[in-house]
Structure formats: structure tokens, C-alpha cells
């Protein structure tokens, strides 16, 4: 069956990797520049870009931890994301489960409704929002900040968690409700299992979603201690003058892209699975 | 059955009362009160503003700074789908049926490799990309001017590109689409890989070069999957605030990069809350009508098919 490959389709192939190699080589060359200006002091990056590190400075990284910061803005990630990524897809997936499986009277409307909230853009509600969150006393809290970020990803997860659960099967659930299971051991027992594979793509990308967000914190979040780390990093980087401390924003900025890199390199199977899942319907 | 009906009615307050009055109150609430006060003239604390009709909205006609900006905004909202696709069309064209074509049409070796690091930019936070690229950029030590240098354009090493009105926007445009090639290309790669491979043999038989074959085959059968693209990088073109505030914080040189968002916020910050607002529902409506738009015409496509 195999034809010699001619001049012309190695040609081809050649010029692919070529183009491919230089593209790979954009990604990762200030990806790698990064991490070893982490390891430089400050004044040597200003110097030679491109020398390795003559002494590897790991203080860079004792510093950005503690003296920076990023310990407690970490902290301070993981506690916000973490609890609305949680509360997100639990409410996310009530909410698609009913609107997908039950009929009654206002349910198109209320799936248009949530609809709505993905269609317009979080800057044209933004002023009001710091406004709602000062009256309630949530200004500047935990609390206030996750609440937001649980209400801004719901109607992405509305909506694509409640194609999933249409696509479930009934009889499941009329075998479910003849064994007498009500309609929250249902919920829990029989349905949300089944819909493992949408709740993981969705719960990435509302990980992704969350974890990338700063326009919300910046104005609903003003106490520097309890700044998440797009916050924390936003205020080292725009400081201006000689005594930035380069040394540890390149160590504060590895800190912060190497977990989420790692993970995606180990789980990069799946997750890419879930990609394009979640994005094409 | 009384039990079934108050277990019902438990089911629903908690799996729909809970999470829309929480989706109402902060989401729907802040939105239509949006459209009401982008007509007052609220600033401060005041806690009865003015109603003041559409005065905030003529007075954005006369502001040179917001038409500045909204023009950044429209150079972003056309340029970056356009880049990004293009660069992540060919990529995974080169990926998927770039390979040597020695029996069945194929992929170049090591597709999974590029495929992989084409993606490490999503996985990093906006604020993150800005910061990397602002060093990157920097004129004391960053990497693009070491780099010049080191090949030989010693003349263009000491170029301040995001200090320069003539260049800012256009560096700030790379470092965007750098952050979403992989991704598109990841979804580019995924569609082709639903396209039958009899068509690309086919086509390859009746002798189409690797140029003709990705235009006219790979592009019309992942239309829907361009069109999603498009909307969504013409939206990030429209709000771009994070990375703005990082590489173009005051709106960079001459406001050569000052969009739509960053001029709201800075209204926000000195309390004009009416005529933030207002430029607010103004970009809402932007936004909308470009989504509709390519949705309008990725149908016309269709028919024309």
C-alpha cells in the first residue's frame, strides 16, 4: 500500500516542523527567561538577560514567599477560589438539573434570565456591584468576594451543565423514583454521579475562570491583607523606581504560574478532552 | 403524599429560590440598575442622584478621551480574532495533515509535543501574562532586547515598546494573542480531527496543494468552531482591562492604548459613578452587537453553503 513519500511531501513536512519549532520556541523562551531571572539578584537581570544565573539566588523565592507576600495571597486564593468553585458547582448544578429535567411554568424564563448574565459583560454591572456589596457590609470581606465570584460563573455553569443533564437517561430516574428515592437522594445519589464527566470540564474551566480574575477583586477587595495573588502581583509589578525588587517578582510570578502549569502537563490527557467537551457544546 | 409534596417544595426553594436570589441580587440587580443610573448624574456619596435624561451619554459624543479609547478598543476587537485565528488555523493545519503524507494523510511527528506547550500561555492568569511581558519589553535588560542585540539589530535593542505611541498597542496585541493561540489551536486541532480523513485524501488526489486544502476544506467544515472563536477574542477585545493595567496602566503613551474599560474604571475611582456607568451600558451594547453580528453572518454563510 505505502507509496514512497516524494520530494516534495518531505519538503512539507520539513517546513511544519520549522514553523512549528519557532512557534514552541515563543511560548517557551520567556516562559524559561522567567524562571531563570527568578534565580538572578536584580541587579545582574538588568544587566544580561540572557547569562544563567552565576549564583542561584533561591533567597529570591524565600523573599517573594514571606517578605512579598505570596504566602498569604496564596492563602488567600486558595480560600476564595476554592469555597466558590465548590459552592458554584453545587448550586450550578441544582439549578441545571431542574431546569433540564422538571417542567413547570417560568422555566424558560428562568433559563433565559441566567442566559442574560452571560451575554453582557461583568463591566457594565461593575459600579453598582461595589455599591450592592457596601450596603450589605460585604465590602472588602471573604464572604462578599465569594459570593460574587459564585454568582458571576453560575450562568456558565447553568448552562452548560444543563445540556448534560438533558442528555441523561430517564428510565434511570423513573427507576430512581419507583424505589421510592425522593427528589434530593435522587439529585445525589443517582444523577450527580452520571454527570461526572460535564462537572469536570466545567469545574476547569470555572478554576481557570476564577483564578484568572482580577477586575473583581480590585474592586470589591481593597484590604491589602486579604488580597488574592492577580492583586498582590498587580501591586508589585506597577511599583516604579530603582528599588523594585526584580529578583522576587520573577520568583513571585513563577510561584504562581508553576502549580497550575504542572497540573496541566500531568493531566494534560484529560483535560484536553474537556476543552474542547466544554467548549463545543 | 403530604411528605412527597413538602419534599418537593424543599426541592425547589433550595435547588432554585437559593442560587437565583443569590444570581438576582448580585448580577441581575446591579445590571438593571445600571441602565437606570447611567441617567443620573450620581458622584460621590450622594444618595438621591439627579435624574439627568441621556446628559451622560451626549456628553460621551463630545469626549475626545472615550472616542480615543473606543477606537483602541475597535483596533483590538478586529485585529486580535483575526491574528489568533489565522496563527492557531495554521498551527493545527500543520499539526493535523502537515506530516509527510506517505500513505493516509497525517500529522507531523511529535503533534502531541506542540499541541502541549502550544497551550502553557492559557494556563497562566491575565495579570500574570501582562507582568511577564512587561518584562519581556523592558528596555533595562528585557528579554526582546537582549535578544536583538544578540542577533546583530543592535539599532533596535534599545527600543522602549510600550513607551513608544507608535508601538504600544501593537506589542500589547502580541503578548494577548501569545496567551490564546495555544487554546484555539487545541480547539482547531479537535474539530479537523472530527473531519472524515477520506476528504483530505480526496482532495489531496485531485491534486490540491496543503494551502488550497486548508482554505477551502478545513476552514468552511469548522466554521462554527471559527465563529465561537471570533466572538470571543473580539469580547476580550473589547474589555482587555487586565492587561492594559499592566502594560498600558494610565493608557500608555499619549493614551495610544487607553481603552474603553480603563477610562470607566478611572471615572469609577474619581466618583463619577453616572458617567462610568454610562460608558459601561455603552460597551454592553457594543459587545451585543458584535456577537450578534457574526452570529448573523456565520448564518448567511451558511445558506450561501
Known amino acids: ?281 | 403524599m403530604r411528605g412527597r409534596n413538602l419534599e418537593r417544595i424543599s426541592f425547589f426553594a433550595v435547588f432554585l429560590g437559593l442560587p437565583l436570589a443569590l444570581y438576582v441580587f448580585f448580577v441581575v440587580s446591579p445590571i438593571l440598575q445600571a441602565f437606570y443610573y447611567s441617567l443620573t448624574d450620581w458622584s460621590g456619596y450622594d444618595a438621591n442622584p439627579g435624574f439627568i435624561g441621556m446628559t451622560n451619554y451626549a456628553n460621551l459624543l463630545h469626549d475626545n478621551l472615550f472616542w480615543t479609547a473606543l477606537r483602541n478598543n475597535a483596533v483590538l476587537a478586529v485585529v486580535l480574532p483575526v491574528v489568533t485565528i489565522v496563527l492557531a488555523l495554521a498551527l493545527a493545519t500543520l499539526v493535523t495533515v502537515g506530516g509527510s503524507s506517505r500513505g493516509q494523510t497525517r500529522g507531523v511527528t511529535g503533534a502531541g509535543v506542540y499541541r502541549v506547550v502550544s497551550f502553557f500561555p492559557y494556563t497562566i492568569p491575565a495579570i500574570v501574562t501582562g507582568i511577564l511581558w512587561q518584562q519581556v519589553y523592558s528596555p533595562q535588560g528585557g528579554l526582546l532586547n537582549g535578544f536583538l542585540s544578540a542577533i546583530g539589530f543592535d539599532n533596535l535593542a534599545n527600543t522602549p515598546w510600550l513607551g513608544d505611541p507608535h508601538l504600544a498597542l501593537g506589542a500589547i496585541i502580541v503578548a494577548i494573542v501569545w496567551s490564546f493561540v495555544g487554546f484555539y489551536m487545541v480547539l482547531f486541532v479537535a474539530a479537523i480531527k472530527g473531519i472524515p480523513a477520506e476528504i483530505y485524501e480526496a482532495s489531496r488526489l485531485d491534486g490540491a496543494g496543503s494551502l488550497r486544502t486548508a482554505v477551502q476544506i478545513t476552514v468552511p467544515l469548522i466554521r462554527d468552531n471559527i465563529n465561537t472563536a471570533v466572538v470571543y477574542m473580539a469580547i476580550l477585545g473589547l474589555d482587555a482591562f487586565t492587561y492594559m493595567a499592566i502594560l498600558a496602566p494610565t493608557g500608555g503613551p499619549n493614551n495610544q492604548a487607553l481603552v474603553v474599560t480603563q477610562y470607566l474604571y478611572s471615572n469609577f475611582t474619581t466618583a463619577k459613578y453616572g458617567y462610568a456607568i454610562a460608558m459601561g451600558v455603552v460597551l454592553a451594547l457594543v459587545t451585543l452587537l458584535v456577537s450578534i453580528g457574526v452570529l448573523v453572518s456565520s448564518r448567511k454563510q451558511e445558506v450561501e453553503l
Open chain 1, 1 to 281: 500500500m505505502s507509496q514512497p513519500a516524494n520530494r516534495g511531501d518531505r519538503r512539507v513536512s520539513v517546513a511544519s516542523h520549522t514553523v512549528l519549532t519557532l512557534w514552541a520556541l515563543a511560548v517557551v523562551l520567556p516562559l524559561a527567561w522567567t524562571f531563570f531571572s527568578s534565580l538572578k539578584d536584580s541587579r545582574s537581570i538588568n544587566i544580561s538577560p540572557f547569562a544563567l544565573p552565576q549564583v542561584w539566588r533561591w533567597d529570591n523565592y524565600v523573599r517573594a514567599w514571606n517578605t512579598i507576600g505570596v504566602a498569604r495571597y496564596l492563602g488567600n486564593t486558595v480560600i476564595v477560589v476554592g469555597t466558590a468553585l465548590v459552592l458554584v458547582m453545587i448550586l450550578g448544578a441544582m439549578t441545571a438539573y431542574v431546569l433540564a429535567r422538571f417542567r413547570f411554568r417560568g422555566n424558560a424564563f428562568i433559563y433565559y434570565l441566567i442566559l442574560l448574565g452571560n451575554t453582557f459583560p461583568i463591566f457594565l454591572a461593575v459600579v453598582p456591584l461595589f455599591f450592592v456589596l457596601k450596603n450589605s457590609g460585604l465590602l472588602g470581606t471573604y464572604q462578599g468576594l465569594i459570593l460574587v465570584y459564585v454568582a458571576y460563573a453560575y450562568p456558565f455553569t447553568v448552562f452548560f451543565l444543563h445540556s448534560f443533564f438533558k442528555t441523561l437517561s430517564q428510565e434511570i430516574y423513573e427507576a430512581a423514583q419507583v424505589d421510592g428515592a425522593g427528589d434530593w437522594r435522587t439529585f445525589f445519589q443517582v444523577m450527580l454521579p452520571m454527570a461526572k464527566p460535564g462537572l469536570a470540564s466545567v469545574a476547569i474551566f470555572n478554576f481557570l475562570g476564577l483564578w484568572n480574575q482580577y477586575l473583581l477583586p480590585t474592586v470589591l477587595n481593597p484590604n491589602k491583607n486579604m488580597y488574592v495573588l492577580s492583586q498582590g502581583l498587580y501591586s508589585m509589578a506597577s511599583q516604579q523606581g530603582y528599588n523594585v525588587d526584580y529578583g522576587g517578582l520573577f520568583a513571585a510570578v513563577v510561584i504562581t504560574i508553576a502549580p497550575v502549569l504542572l497540573a496541566y502537563v500531568i493531566f494534560q490527557r484529560q483535560l484536553q478532552g474537556g476543552v474542547s467537551a466544554g467548549t463545543m457544546k
